[in-house]
Each structure stands twice: as structure tokens, then as C-alpha cells.
């Protein structure tokens, strides 16, 4: 028996790592019966035959999971937003923010194609990024061929299990390329000026070898759901409420329009940023509309 790490599923086959090495393995027939089954990311105890192909026969248990795209055991995402073309939409940053947060995996922000602003674009962006500093997240700047403060990202990156996520044309796999010195040559595609939006250039779910850790630019994350989220436990997904939400009058507060609410009370003082309670309030409906379209 061998330990390893899935890093890659196609057709059936999983790519297990260990010991420097790459197998090619099946998953053993009762992971079907119990309807479970491995998924990129899992630490796996497999064994090899002498063909040197293997067969999974036990996942640990994982500290979190993704069904789109199917991947475990994340320690943080690099959450890739475009300045412009597509133009920034912090609502979609936010969105992916609680997602992240609500599954333990620490968020990171890179902004691309910042290359493209200009002055008074590109100081509007410095002050959004200073907006995340201060709620405590890490956020880097990115042209089309370089990130601003490049080394201190890969310190972050160094010896973690990441996920690139964004929108389709945002630059995820451009970035990925240029942290890599395209010793990944991951394929890249154009904006659609048409569309506004990019084509989807990664199809497969990989874990890739990167600064002493891994890091996956994954297919799938373009579409986000709430569904996973109640609206009790999205207050707490905003790392920036918390320290506001014991101080409210009624045990359960969902800051919309309970009186005596702290975190509402936070957003008029200028404590909490407005763009952040205003995505709050938007997930809360879609949370809410949700419900009702599944009672239905």
C-alpha cells in the first residue's frame, strides 16, 4: 500500500502523486456501492500491480469539498478578478469570497490587466484594493505580463493546495502561466468583445506542481450558486461583520431590518464598506428565493 495525492482525473483514471512519481489508477469498485468516489485533492492509500498501473482503496476525510468543479481539500483560492474587459464587478468578488470563506479555504485577490486602466480607473481600483486590505484579505495587481509584488504571492503559494477562480477572460490561466515562467503552458484564449466574456480554455480538473505546493486552474467556478449557504450562517461568511454581530439587540439577526442591528449601525459609521453590505443583501434575497423555488 502507497500513499499519494490525486492531482488529476480523466476518463475514469485518477493521477495519483507519491513519492515523486505519477500513477495511473482505478477506483476500487466499492466506492460505487457506497456512492462516494475519490475526487482530485483526496490523500489516498493505493495499491500498485505490476503493469505499475494501481487501484484507490481508501480516501481520508476531507477538511472541504467542491462538487463545481469536483475537487477537496482546498487550503486557499486565488480568487482572479479583471480590472477590465470584463469590467470589475464586485458583486461576483464578494460572491466568491463568502463561498470560499464558507468552506475554511482563505481567500486571496488578484486583480489583471490593470495595464488597461486609465489614471483615474487605476486609482479607483488602488482604493478597492485598500478596501479588502483593511477587511484583512491579502490582494495583488496584475499586467499582462508580470504581478506586482510577484515574490510575496509565491510566498503565499509556497507549500498550499490552491485554486485559481474567476470568470471566464479574466486572465486565470495568463496569471498561472506568468507565475510559473510558462513552465505550465496552460492554454490561453482572447475576450469575446462580442460577448464580453472569455472562452472557457480549461476542461479538466488538475493539480499542478507549483512553489513547493499545488495549484489548479479548475473549470467550473464561472458559475456560482448560494444553495450550499443558509441565510444564518452567510452573516458569518462576511469575516468583516463578525466582530459587529454579538453586539446586536436580537440573538439571530439577519441585518436587513431588525432595529438595534450593530453591523447596520458599522455600515452608516463607515466601518463596514457599503459595496460589502450591499452584496450581503443581494446573496440574502437570492438565498431566500432560492428556498421558495425548491418548496415549489
Not at 498561472?176 to 479538466?204: D, P, V, Y
Request: charged share 25%.
Amino acid at each position: 500500500m502507497k500513499n499519494g495525492l490525486i492531482i488529476g482525473l480523466q476518463g475514469g483514471f485518477y493521477t495519483v502523486f507519491a513519492d515523486g512519481k505519477s500513477y495511473l489508477c482505478r477506483a476500487r469498485g466499492k466506492f460505487r456501492n457506497q456512492k462516494r468516489a475519490p475526487m482530485v485533492g483526496d490523500r489516498v492509500t493505493f495499491t500498485i500491480n505490476d503493469d505499475g498501473s494501481g487501484y484507490v482503496q481508501e480516501f481520508s476525510k476531507r477538511k472541504n469539498s467542491f462538487v463545481r468543479p469536483a475537487i477537496a481539500n482546498i487550503d486557499q483560492a486565488l480568487l482572479v478578478c479583471a480590472a477590465k474587459e470584463p469590467d470589475l464587478q464586485l458583486y461576483l468578488l464578494n460572491k466568491f469570497i463568502a463561498l470560499m470563506e464558507h468552506q475554511n479555504v482563505t481567500p486571496i485577490i488578484l486583480f489583471t490587466k490593470t495595464d488597461l486602466l486609465n489614471t483615474d480607473e487605476y486609482e479607483q481600483l488602488l482604493a478597492v484594493k485598500k478596501i479588502y486590505e483593511k477587511i484583512g484579505y491579502a490582494v495583488f495587481l496584475g499586467e499582462e505580463k508580470k504581478i506586482i509584488d510577484e515574490q510575496e504571492l509565491i510566498r503565499l503559494l509556497a507549500d498550499k493546495i490552491t485554486v485559481l477562480a474567476g470568470q471566464t477572460g479574466v486572465g486565470k490561466s495568463t496569471a498561472l502561466n506568468t507565475l510559473s515562467k510558462h513552465t505550465l503552458n496552460l492554454e490561453t484564449n482572447a475576450i469575446s468583445m462580442a460577448l464580453g466574456r472569455g472562452k472557457h480554455t480549461t476542461r479538466q480538473v488538475t493539480l499542478y506542481p507549483l512553489f513547493d505546493g499545488w495549484i489548479s486552474d479548475t473549470p467550473g467556478f464561472s458559475s456560482l450558486e448560494l444553495d450550499m449557504i443558509s441565510v444564518e450562517e452567510l452573516t458569518w461568511d462576511f469575516i468583516d461583520f463578525v466582530p459587529y454581530i454579538n453586539d446586536c439587540k436580537f440573538r439571530g439577526c439577519l441585518h436587513i431590518n431588525e432595529p438595534g442591528c450593530a453591523v447596520k449601525a458599522a455600515v452608516e459609521n463607515g466601518e463596514i464598506f457599503q459595496s460589502r453590505y450591499q452584496s450581503y443583501t443581494q446573496f440574502i434575497t437570492e438565498i431566500q428565493e432560492q428556498k421558495v423555488i425548491y418548496k415549489k
